[in-house]
């Protein structure tokens, strides 16, 4: 059963700052508590709407922990692989347009 034990206070913050030093525009919708139900919403450099959300249990690489994070945008449709706090902002941010 997947499980999102691994979605604690100190990752969201990371993910918080890594947004924030990329100077994206961004919002969470306070689900910290019941992390199934947590999305980030940021707004890239070229007005995309990402919504990033944490990685179950079960798609955590045991070689890569801090892999935790995932990232989808509709237009154009893309859809990161399971990265870190830092790696999934940086391909937002980096996405060409």
Same mark, same amino acid.
């Given at each position: 059963?997947?499980?999102? !034990? %691994? &979605?604690?206070?100190?990752?969201? $913050? +990371?993910?918080?700052? @890594?947004?924030? !030093? @990329?100077?994206?525009?961004?919002?969470?919708?306070?689900? +910290? $508590?019941?992390?199934?139900?947590?999305?980030?919403? !940021?707004? $890239? !450099? %070229?007005?995309?709407?990402?919504?990033?959300? /944490?990685?179950?249990?079960? *798609?955590?690489? #045991?070689?890569? /922990?801090?892999?935790?994070? *995932?990232? *989808?945008?509709?237009?154009?449709? %893309?859809?990161? /692989?399971?990265?870190?706090?830092?790696?999934?902002?940086?391909? &937002?941010?980096?996405? #060409?347009?």
């Amino acid at each position: 059963m997947a499980t999102f !034990a %691994h &979605i604690t206070r100190e990752r969201c $913050d +990371q993910l918080d700052r @890594a947004l924030t !030093a @990329a100077d994206l525009s961004w919002k969470d919708n306070g689900r +910290q $508590d019941r992390p199934e139900f947590l999305t980030y919403t !940021a707004t $890239d !450099a %070229h007005g995309r709407e990402w919504s990033i959300s /944490p990685a179950t249990s079960n *798609q955590i690489s #045991p070689s890569r /922990p801090a892999s935790i994070w *995932q990232a *989808q945008c509709t237009e154009p449709m %893309h859809r990161t /692989p399971v990265l870190s706090a830092r790696a999934v902002v940086a391909r &937002i941010r980096d996405l #060409p347009a």
